[in-house]
């Protein structure tokens, strides 16, 4: 039964995107690609038609604690784990105007990728180095200006549960520029959602916001901050789940 639902998912994942994605080309040529409101109204509206069709098809839920530690609006940096494509969806609808921090692979997606670009996503190429910062941070001060909420994800890419890697520096890099305070978060997504994995499990996916680490502490320690409070993030979502 799991593979059939899965199945079924997968098949509304990839009509529900290309629907969107096609949807989108009236609009985008009456703007001329100039910025909007709709292309972000667009994507929300996306989000939750896979998110409602995660939910119905595969039984998967999610909760989330800690919207204490959320501003209630303006600029923010959200620096959360990364373990499905789920953590790529959810903020759009958790967030007024979120702005993802994303691979330049993505953006260069046919119809997809012009979307992305148009909803104020912050593409960047990891093969870049110095450059590739440099790039983050000046799109970076065109989010604050806009009052978006950036969402990171330090690992650089999807991190099956239980897996440890280094924190890629962009989200420290991105503190200092912005002044922004860091709100770490954790998510046990990829128990559900598997990396790159056909079957989606049901049950339910944690997300859980920590408070902020303000931008004003040393580079080390803020990045030895942050890994502490999404491990811890991590281990109390997995006691509350056990």
Request: one cysteine or more.
């Given at each position: 039964m799991i593979w059939v639902r899965s199945a079924l998912f997968n098949a509304w994942l990839y009509g529900v995107t290309t629907a969107f994605a096609v949807s989108s080309l009236v609009p985008r040529i009456v703007t001329l690609d100039r910025p909007a409101a709709w292309p972000l109204r667009l994507a929300r509206a996306w989000a939750g038609c896979v998110l409602a069709g995660l939910r119905v098809l595969c039984g998967i839920r999610w909760t989330v604690s800690g919207r204490e530690n959320l501003p209630p609006d303006g600029p923010m940096l959200i620096a959360s784990n990364h373990q499905s494509a789920?953590?790529?969806?959810i903020w759009l609808l958790l967030l007024p105007l979120p702005s993802y921090v994303t691979k330049r692979e993505l953006v260069r997606l046919p119809l997809f990728g012009a979307m992305c670009r148009?909803?104020?996503?912050?593409?960047?190429?990891?093969?870049?180095?110095?450059?590739?910062?440099r790039a983050l941070l000046r799109a970076a001060d065109g989010a604050v200006r806009q009052g978006r909420q950036i969402v990171i994800f330090p690992e650089g890419t999807?991190?099956?549960?239980?897996?440890?890697?280094?924190?890629?520096p962009g989200v420290v890099a991105l503190a200092g520029r912005t002044g922004l305070p860091v709100i770490p978060v954790a998510t046990?997504?990829?128990?559900?959602?598997?990396?790159?994995a056909f079957r989606k499990l049901p049950g339910v996916i944690h997300i859980a916001i920590g408070p902020p680490i303000p931008a004003t502490v040393p580079r080390n320690e803020l990045m030895h901050r942050l890994e502490r409070a999404i491990e811890d993030g991590q281990a109390a979502i997995a006691g509350a789940a056990a």
């Open positions: 789920f953590d790529t969806m148009m909803a104020g996503m912050i593409a960047v190429d990891r093969s870049a180095g110095a450059d590739a910062i999807r991190v099956a549960p239980g897996v440890r890697v280094p924190f890629q046990d997504s990829g128990r559900c959602w598997g990396r790159r």
